[in-house]
Nanobody
Framework: QVQLVESGGGLVQAGGSLRLSCAAS????????MGWYRQAPGKQRELVAT???????NYADSVKGRSTISRDNTKNTVYLQMNSMKPEDTSVYYC??????????WGQGTQVTVSS
């Protein structure tokens, strides 16, 4: 089992910045890709950004150019720096981790609200 603990959500004004963190613990020996998804009310969960254990990144078009995902493998922690935030970024953000080839874990979610 892997536990994911998120932090850093909250309220930010449009144009502002926010940094999310997610620390993994437990059976992390085979920790692979980590990342962030988000889900707004009435919408499906969608990819925000992912990063592999070797540092390869992938971003949703909606956040590309204004977000940076990074990872500290010594701390088993993934970060998401979001800049120039927009009201449409308002969502619950979920940390994601893949262990081995097939097992996925999710955090409990952290609310991000961007006011206009």
């Amino acid at each position: 089992q892997v536990q994911l603990v998120e932090s850093g959500g909250g309220l930010v004004q449009a144009g502002g910045s926010l940094r999310l963190s997610c620390a993994a613990s437990g059976d992390i020996f085979r920790l692979n890709t980590m990342g962030w998804y988000r889900q707004a009310p009435g919408k499906q969960r969608e990819l925000v950004a992912t990063i592999t254990s070797t540092g390869s990144t992938n971003y949703a078009d909606s956040v590309k150019g204004r977000s940076t995902i990074s990872r500290d493998n010594t701390k088993n922690t993934v970060y998401l720096q979001m800049n120039s935030m927009k009201p449409e970024d308002t969502s619950v953000y979920y940390c994601y981790a893949r262990v081995g080839p097939l097992t996925n874990y999710w955090g409990q979610g952290t609310q991000v609200t961007v006011s206009s």
